[in-house]
Structures are given as structure tokens and as C-alpha cells.
């Protein structure tokens, strides 16, 4: 026999359960932020724009671009509230701190549930011209011929660039010297003037250099050729099998957020992700619309961190 307060609380629960449906059916019903842990300008702020245009018309809600650059950005997401109106919008970087970190403040799938994985970009390894090497097979031969005497630039310890060149590092089997810099546009004056002999960089900071004929383009760093620089090799054919890197931006949401709500908002990315206006905007210098689900987007982060706390770990690569 039901009691009086089982049958309370049963519509009370009842009660909540309807208001809470109805709350996740409402939304968004106020402004939603979009954290960015990066400066304006970049690649990851320049998708969140996008986005927030196109989500704002559809949702007639504003998307506010909330830029926090550096791990500050990361930790702030990670302690909003899980109600659907903190957004992040980062990039493979969080995954890096994590594979090289001992204790990272930030875990990514601890403390965030992966939404789609937006759009995938490849490095490019461009050297100084004052180096004699005309192809990855030529730069290759002339490190393991001095060996230790050849420097190659990066962001930071940890950055894509890092990880990018340790990899060729490993899988080349040369001796070079790593240098860090705050970030890769600090490295560009030092491989102007032919300090540096190499960077892994993005296309979109390369490009214009190459164009210049203040750098050679080298190779690419994806598994194959890209549709945008489709005369420019992998490195993979141009003669270091196995290589692939490529960096990804994706949508994250607080952990703990409601799976209707991820899932609603994975529907609306993946859907502008696909508009045409939306991939003439983002599909270039290498980069490729990738708008896969939540659950593809976390086994790729799982396999994802596996792969580069190894190569943290034969390269050395350790952060207290």
C-alpha cells in the first residue's frame, strides 16, 4: 500500500523531471557563452565566431566569445555549470599539456564531455632557405650528417609544433635540438635569419613566408595530400612512412552537462559545420571539416592521448 508521502514524492519527482524536460526543450532561453582559451585571432576563436553567428540566428540567442588564453580558459570551463550555457571551443593543445603534465590542473575527459571534433588541421615543415636540403629526404640526410648541430623551432614545450617535431624526430631516427619558444611567432624571426634551421607550423602563418620566398615548404604533416595545397607531399611520402599529425579544434561541454542537451547542441555544430558559406570559411590551408559525434569524438581523444603520452615518454618529454 502506498503511503501518503511516497505518493508526495513520487510527484514531486514527477513534477521535476517534467520541468527539467521542459527547461532542455527550451534551450537556449539566455545568452550562452563560448569560452575560447585563446587570443582573437586564432584559428579556435575564428570557429567560435562562426559558430556563434550562425547558432545566433537560429537560436535568437546571442553567443558571447568569452577569450581566456591559456590554461586560465580550460580551468574556467571546466568549472562552469553543467547547464548547457558554458560552451569551449579549444583545441588539440589540452590534450598535449595532459600527455606531458604530471599532475595537468585540466583532464580533459574528467572534466569536460566531448562534443564534436570541428575541423582537423595539418602542420607544414618549412626551413630556412639558407639551408641546402630542397626535400624532407635532403633535411634528414643533412642532420644525421651533423648530428646535434641542426635546431628546429616550436611554440613551447608541449605545443603541436613540439610534438610534431619530436615525432619526425623519432620515426627519423636524427639528432637535432629543440628550441622553445612562447610561441611559434617567436621562433619566425630566428628562422628568417637561419638560426633555426626548420618549424612545424600551421599553413596559415607558413604560407605567406613560402609565397615571399622567405621559407621552403617542405611537406605536410596529414596522412594524405590536402585539397587546398594539393601539390604540397606528406611526409609520409615523402619518405618517412608512418608519420600522420594533424591538430583538431573541437566543442566541449562541462562534465556533468545532460546528455539531451550535448546532443542537441551536437546536432546544430554538425549541421552548420556542413553548410556551404560554413565550409568555404573553414576549409582551408589544410584544414577539413570533421563534425563527427560525441561518442567518435571521445575514442579519438582516448586513442589520441595514448599515442602522445608514449611519444612524450621516448622523447623525454616531462613537465612537473
Known amino acids: ?9 513520487c510527484a514531486a519527482a514527477a513534477m521535476y523531471s517534467a520541468f527539467a524536460n521542459a527547461a532542455e ?3 537556449p532561453s539566455r545568452p550562452v557563452r563560448m569560452v575560447v582559451p585563446f587570443p582573437p585571432g586564432a584559428a579556435s576563436d575564428f570557429l567560435a565566431r562562426v559558430l556563434g553567428q550562425k547558432l545566433t540566428e537560429v537560436w535568437a540567442q546571442q553567443i558571447v566569445v568569452d577569450n581566456r588564453t591559456g590554461i586560465i580558459g580550460s580551468e574556467l570551463a571546466s568549472r562552469a555549470a553543467a547547464d548547457g550555457y558554458t560552451v569551449m571551443i579549444t583545441t588539440s593543445s589540452l ?15 574528467r572534466d569536460f564531455i566531448p562534443v564534436t571534433e570541428a575541423v ?11 639551408l641546402p636540403a630542397k626535400s624532407v629526404q635532403e633535411l634528414v640526410m643533412l642532420a644525421k650528417a651533423k648530428p646535434g648541430q641542426l635546431n628546429f623551432g616550436t611554440g613551447g614545450n608541449g605545443s603541436a609544433s613540439h610534438l610534431a617535431g619530436e615525432l619526425f624526430r623519432i ?7 629543440h628550441v622553445p619558444y612562447k610561441g611559434l611567432p617567436q621562433a619566425l624571426p630566428d628562422l628568417l635569419g637561419g638560426r633555426l634551421q626548420y618549424v612545424f607550423g600551421t599553413p596559415e602563418s607558413m604560407l605567406p613566408l613560402v609565397n615571399d620566398g622567405k621559407l621552403r615548404l617542405l611537406a605536410l604533416t596529414s596522412a594524405r595530400r590536402s585539397q587546398s595545397l594539393p601539390d604540397v607531399p606528406t611526409l609520409a611520402e615523402s619518405g618517412v612512412p608512418g608519420y600522420e599529425f594533424a591538430g583538431w579544434i573541437g566543442v566541449m561541454l562541462p562534465m556533468g552537462t545532460a546528455r539531451d542537451l550535448v546532443h542537441k547542441l551536437h546536432q546544430e555544430i554538425a549541421r552548420i559545420l556542413r553548410l556551404a558559406d560554413v565550409r568555404q570559411k573553414l576549409e582551408v590551408n589544410a584544414s577539413e571539416i570533421v563534425a563527427n559525434t560525441p561518442e567518435e569524438f571521445t575514442a579519438y581523444l582516448r586513442a589520441e592521448l595514448a599515442r602522445w603520452k608514449k611519444v612524450a615518454k621516448e622523447a623525454n618529454i616531462h613537465v612537473e
Not at 3 to 8: E, Q
Open 1 to 9: 500500500m502506498r503511503t501518503f508521502w511516497s505518493v508526495t514524492f
Open 171 to 177: 620515426l627519423t631516427g636524427i639528432k637535432v635540438l
Open 95 to 109: 590534450l598535449y599539456r595532459e600527455a606531458i603534465y604530471d599532475k595537468p590542473s585540466v583532464v580533459t575527459l
Open 120 to 130: 582537423k588541421q595539418a602542420l607544414v615543415l618549412a626551413v630556412s632557405p639558407a
Open 25 to 27: 526543450s527550451a534551450y
